[in-house]
């Protein structure tokens, strides 16, 4: 399995409040990298946050064991991507987001992971200058999850890491090619907790990518509980810094014109 991550920066306010216009998005990417969703995008406005400057959107949908997640950050001028899935051609993804909703590369950043890599990982991450930090980790379950056991696992663990849910868990069972899946997820504050698991491998692969610090160090712990953890990684993600990336985005010159911006916008209208 693959997980992109992709922070971009220097993105358009505009098209980044604009849930219809993330929708479109959120529904043509699977299509665009030859994914199969197993149901329809689900899109939450987040509007209502103390820091006014994490308001924005979030979107997923769910794949064959995967997802997809986009949360946007309008204010400031950025958002964030998250694939986890079989594999896909990252150069396509990288192409359609530079046309559909534009970035500017030279201050983004792009991680790849292999997940059937089992590693113990912690790359650095400030809590003062990142956004927050992305835990991945993958669990071996020799029992028979179900979808009250993910739903109560995932609701459970939003209070115990401190966090704001802004859904209840969504859970969904897929079956592709004789493969069974079960995938779950919760909307956090602009963030998101996955959960998929392969009947068939008994491997549950997991996620948490949060927009604020929280104590990752006691993720494995809380995931003992449903099984051995075999991997787990934690990866930074972003800069909080609002000032510093549009300064950047201001001495680029096609982030600069208007006129770019409209055109973009105009092109969907």
Same mark, same amino acid.
């Given at each position: 399995m693959k997980h992109?991550?992709?922070d971009c920066y220097g993105?358009?306010?505009?098209?980044?409040?604009?849930?219809r216009y993330i929708n479109k998005i959120v529904n043509e990417i699977p299509y665009v990298l030859?994914?199969?969703?197993?149901?329809?995008?689900?899109?939450?406005?987040?509007y209502y946050g103390k820091v006014k400057e994490d308001d924005g959107i979030s979107s997923f949908v769910f794949l064959e064991g995967g997802h997809i997640t986009i949360?946007? !950050?309008? /204010?400031?001028?950025?958002?964030?991507?998250? #694939?986890?899935?079989?594999?896909?051609?990252t150069e396509v993804l990288k192409n359609y987001l530079l046309e559909k909703l534009p970035y500017n590369e030279s201050i983004s950043t792009l991680e790849i992971r292999d997940r059937d890599i089992n590693v113990f990982n912690m790359l650095p991450y400030d809590p003062k200058e990142d956004f927050g930090p992305h835990v991945m980790a993958e669990l071996s379950y020799?029992?028979?999850?179900?979808?009250?056991?993910? !739903?109560? /696992?995932?609701?459970?663990?939003?209070?115990? #890491?401190?966090?704001t849910p802004i859904t209840r868990p969504f859970v969904i069972k897929s079956t592709v090619n004789n493969t069974h899946y079960l995938s779950g997820i919760i909307l956090i504050a602009q963030s998101?907790?996955?959960?998929?698991?392969?009947?068939?491998?008994?491997?549950?692969y997991f996620d948490i990518f949060s927009c604020s610090?929280?104590?990752f160090s006691m993720v494995t712990n809380v995931?003992?509980?449903l099984g051995k953890v075999t991997s787990y990684e934690v990866v930074a993600r972003g800069t909080k810094h609002y000032s510093k990336i549009k300064r950047e985005k201001d001495d680029t010159e096609f982030l600069a014109s208007e006129r770019w911006q409209k055109n973009i916008y105009d092109d969907y209208l």
């Open positions: 992109v991550m992709l993105s358009t306010q505009t098209l980044l409040d604009d849930i030859k994914l199969t969703p197993v149901a329809p995008p689900s899109l939450v406005p987040y949360h946007t !950050f309008p /204010f400031r001028q950025c958002y964030f991507v998250d #694939i986890f899935s079989e594999d896909f051609d020799e029992n028979r999850i179900t979808m009250e056991n993910m !739903f109560d /696992f995932l609701e459970k663990l939003v209070y115990e #890491i401190g966090m998101h907790i996955a959960l998929h698991y392969d009947y068939d491998d008994k491997l549950i610090s929280f104590d995931l003992s509980t």
